[in-house]
C-alpha cells in the first residue's frame, strides 16, 4: 500500500500549485481522500475531502474558494488546485486515504508547499 504526494515547492504570494497524491496496493474507488496539512508548531488540519465517487466534497473555510480538490479512479490519483495561495498557507501537505467499509486508512509521506516572496 502506498500514497505518493507530489507537486509541492515554492510559489510566491497569489500564485498557484497543483499537488498530486498517486496510491497503489487497495482498491482506490472505495476510498475517501482526503488533505491534510501542517505547519510547524500547529496541528495537522483536515482542508479538504472527496467522496470514493467523486460527487461530494467539502473543505475548511481556510482554504474555500481558493481551494478545489478531485480525483481521478481510473488514475488511482487525487488533485489538490490550489489558488490564490498566501504565507500561511505554508505546511506540509498530506492525503489520506479512509476506506468506506472498514476501520482502515492510510497516509502519505507529505509534501512541502512554501508560499513566500
Known amino acids: 500500500v502506498s500514497l505518493v504526494e507530489s507537486g509541492g515547492g515554492l510559489v510566491q504570494p497569489g500564485g498557484s500549485l497543483r499537488l498530486s497524491c498517486f496510491a497503489s496496493?487497495?482498491?482506490?474507488?472505495?476510498?475517501?481522500m482526503t488533505w491534510y496539512r501542517q505547519a510547524p508548531g500547529k496541528a495537522r488540519e483536515l482542508i479538504a475531502g472527496?467522496?470514493?465517487?467523486?460527487?461530494?466534497?467539502d473543505y475548511a473555510d481556510s482554504v474555500k474558494g481558493r481551494f478545489t480538490i478531485s480525483r481521478d479512479n481510473s488514475e488511482n490519483t487525487v488533485y489538490l488546485l490550489m489558488n490564490n495561495l498566501k504565507p500561511e498557507d505554508t505546511a506540509v501537505y498530506y492525503c489520506?486515504?479512509?476506506?468506506?467499509?472498514?476501520?482502515?486508512?492510510?497516509w502519505g509521506p507529505g509534501t512541502q508547499v512554501t508560499v513566500s516572496s
Open positions: 489520506n486515504a479512509e476506506s468506506d467499509y472498514y476501520s482502515i486508512d492510510y
Open positions: 496496493g487497495f482498491t482506490f474507488s472505495r476510498y475517501t
Open positions: 472527496i467522496n470514493s465517487t467523486g460527487g461530494i466534497t
